[in-house]
């Protein structure tokens, strides 16, 4: 069984540029959360998505927005990056909600 | 508010020397959920085990196991006899409950344990 799969792995940006990252969860699970994570701040939840609807949010500004096609696959964007937008930005799905299989996320670094 | 602390950032031990991750919780829910996720260098969380606020029981898996103590907030991992492959990141996370019973997938982190493990 395919895990979760996340492109593009490792990515440069500069300062008010945007992005957008994918995800491909495992096949039949139809909930895809994603995390920040930094040195600084560790794993922060951002959102998560079920069945093409936002279920949850964290506490991130509104530069970082999401979506989720009706083949379960996820995308988020940042847009106007930040210096502080570096980080790698991890993708889960889930089945059930109780166990979360993640991804090898994706590295972005802002210049 | 939700919290997880883990209060060792690294740890360093020789194989075949068992080890214990400590992590401590605060919330104010009455049902809640408790997880260990592993971060090899190659960078995906690997879960390893998920616990409900109304089991205390511990558990064993292999050469891993966890002691969940409600009256000290504390949810504790051993590894018995490491292995150099168990070199790793380690993060203790909480969640609430939510529909149905499920454990929601807005994680709290601890900021993790750095184990390495040499031969």
């Known amino acids: 069984k395919a895990g979760v799969t996340q492109t593009p792995r490792y990515l440069i940006k500069t300062r008010g540029q945007q992005v957008t990252l994918s995800c491909s969860p495992i096949?039949?699970?139809?909930?895809v959360s994603w995390y920040q994570q930094t040195p600084g701040q560790g794993l922060q939840f951002l959102f998560e998505y079920f069945s093409e609807t936002q279920r949850n949010k964290g506490n991130f500004p509104g530069r970082f927005s999401g979506r989720q096609f009706s083949n379960s696959r996820s995308e988020m964007n940042v847009s106007t990056l930040e210096l502080g937008d570096s980080a790698l930005y991890l993708c889960a799905s889930s089945y059930n909600t109780g166990e979360l299989f993640f991804g090898e996320g994706s590295r972005l670094t802002v210049l | 508010a939700q919290k997880v602390t883990q209060a060792q950032t690294e740890i360093s031990v020789v194989e075949k020397e068992d080890v214990t991750l400590d992590c401590v919780y605060e919330t104010r829910d009455t049902t809640y959920y408790l997880f260990w996720y592993k971060q090899p260098p190659s960078g995906e969380l690997v879960f390893l085990i998920r616990?409900?606020?109304?089991?205390?029981q511990n558990e064993i898996s292999g050469r891993y196991s966890w002691n969940f103590q409600k009256s000290t907030s504390s949810f504790n991992f051993t590894i018995t006899a490491s292995q150099v492959v168990d070199s790793a990141v380690y993060f203790c996370a909480l969640s609430e409950r939510v529909e149905f019973n499920q454990a929601g997938t807005a994680l709290i982190f601890g900021k993790g344990t750095t184990l390495s493990v040499s031969s």
């Open positions: 616990r409900n606020s109304f089991d205390e």
């Open positions: 096949s039949g699970h139809r909930s």
